[in-house]
Nanobody, 123 residues
Framework: QMQLVESGGGLVQAGGSLRLSCAASGRTFSSYAMGWFRQAPGKEREFVAAISRRGGSIYYTKSAKGRFAISRDNAKNTMYLQMNSLKPEDTAVYYC????????????????WGQGTQVTVSS
């Protein structure tokens, strides 16, 4: 199977930035569309951003658009999420996800999940 390991989470003040990384192993990374999800206490896990296999197509949830930037480096088997202008409502556990698709498909199952990394934004 595929293993996904998130890193880069932490505590930051509102308006600050964090860069999350997701390191993949066990499967051919470039065969998967990748995404970021997050889950705050008491809330459902929600979609944040996704990127196609080669990085040509990118999608963001409305709240992330203009502040977050998803990217991937297939040579390093790594996906990133640059988060700027962070807000307290961004506080959540952020999860890396892999989908065996050329492009991210909201109607298809996520094949692999990481364990998550905590992002806390203080006011």
């Amino acid at each position: 199977q595929m293993q996904l390991v998130e890193s880069g989470g932490g505590l930051v003040q509102a308006g600050g930035s964090l860069r999350l990384s997701c390191a993949a192993s066990g499967r051919t990374f470039s065969s998967y569309a990748m995404g970021w999800f997050r889950q705050a206490p008491g809330k459902e896990r929600e979609f944040v951003a996704a990127i196609s296999r080669r990085g040509g197509s990118i999608y963001y949830t409305k709240s992330a658009k203009g502040r977050f930037a998803i990217s991937r480096d297939n040579a390093k088997n790594t996906m990133y999420l640059q988060m700027n202008s962070l807000k307290p409502e961004d506080t959540a556990v952020y999860y890396c996800a892999a989908q065996f698709s050329s492009n991210w498909n909201r109607d298809e199952v996520v094949n692999y999940w990481g364990q998550g990394t905590q992002v806390t934004v203080s006011s």
